[in-house]
């Protein structure tokens, strides 16, 4: 969609220097429509050095003091987006600090219609990793330049359909050191698009959400140039109307969660170890109604982080990972978090301090 390392266009360079800059989408090269009420992106800074944050919202709107992503080392960081359409479906875009942008769209979601899917969250839970024996959702690692189909239907996890349209899914590597290009994944059955999905220029453990439409026989491809082990674990799944199914209420960018505020429900003290979160007691307007929430996590640790986790609460800690930081850098990352009573859970392999923005919510 956008490419500002391209030649100057209302798509293309320059690019951001501690400025912002707005973006129409349905005039874009994707095909979107101007019906659109919100789009799936996945963003991407190329810093020119030190990036303190970039953050991304509906054009029109005041600028939300919110972050999307950071990366204050000036490598090449990606995290997943749902931004409400603004102002003549347009979205804005700001950086700390000179960067290129690059922004890749999945979807979008538009107005009821027969033809419209809805969303339907499941628990959280681990469909692929490779660090497992061989098989068709385990090992072996992946090697560079590589693709592999993963038929995500013969999973163990529950509640996943055949009538699945596309998966919300959250990508980690392992890189183990080998600097990793980029990640890419599609639908199986599909041309390889000239996306990706994240990146991992230091060679370290990194994560990204992504929304993947379901290909051949419900199977995604992943390429990847570099190799190394790779973890996919879902959230929840797209498919036609149906009981239990969601609606996406997008809302203006809000901080809900801060642990480096003073002590309370949505404060301090830092996390480490399990701790409850009741977003819908937050001022960002999540209703009761609220059956899952879209959330950009960032984590601000004090040391080496292994993994952060979120899932509804209520339930038990799933074997599932949302975001790690192995350098103990500010990272996030993009979730999907379910919630049957208003609240989520969080867990943190060791200290560090959490902020959760909201930027949507889904309720039938």
Known sequence: MVDTRNPDGPFGGPPLKGNSRDFNIPSGPCGIPSTALAYSLNVTVVPSGPLGYLTIWPTGEPQPVVSTLNSQDGIIKADAALVAAGQNGSVSVFGSATTNVVLDINGYFAASNPSALTFYPVTPCRLVDTRNADGPLGGPIMTAKQTRSFPL??????????????YSLNFTVVPGGVPLGYLTTWPTGETQPVVSTLN???????????????????AIDVYVSATTQVVIDINGYFAPPGTGGLSFYPVYPCRAVDT????????????????????????????STAQA?????????????????????????????TLN????????????????????????????????DTNGYFAP
């Open 200 to 218: 991992a220029p230091t060679g370290l453990t990194t994560a990204n959400a992504a929304i993947v439409p379901a290909g051949t026989s419900g």
């Open 293 to 321: 929430y879209s959330l950009n996590a960032t984590v601000v640790p004090n040391g080496t982080l292994g993994y952060l986790t979120l899932w509804p609460t209520g339930e038990p800690q799933p074997v599932v990972s």
């Open 325 to 356: 930081s192995p350098d103990g850098s500010i990272d996030s990352n993009a979730a999907i978090v379910p919630t049957t009573n208003g609240s989520i859970s969080a867990y943190a392999s060791s200290e560090t301090q959490l902020i959760l």
């Open 153 to 166: 239907l013969s999973s163990t996890c529950n509640d996943i359909p055949a009538s699945v349209q596309a």
């Open 260 to 287: 480096r505020n003073p002590p309370g429900p949505l404060g301090g003290p830092e996390l480490f170890g399990e701790r409850d979160f009741p977003l819908s007691t937050s001022t960002c307007g999540l209703p």
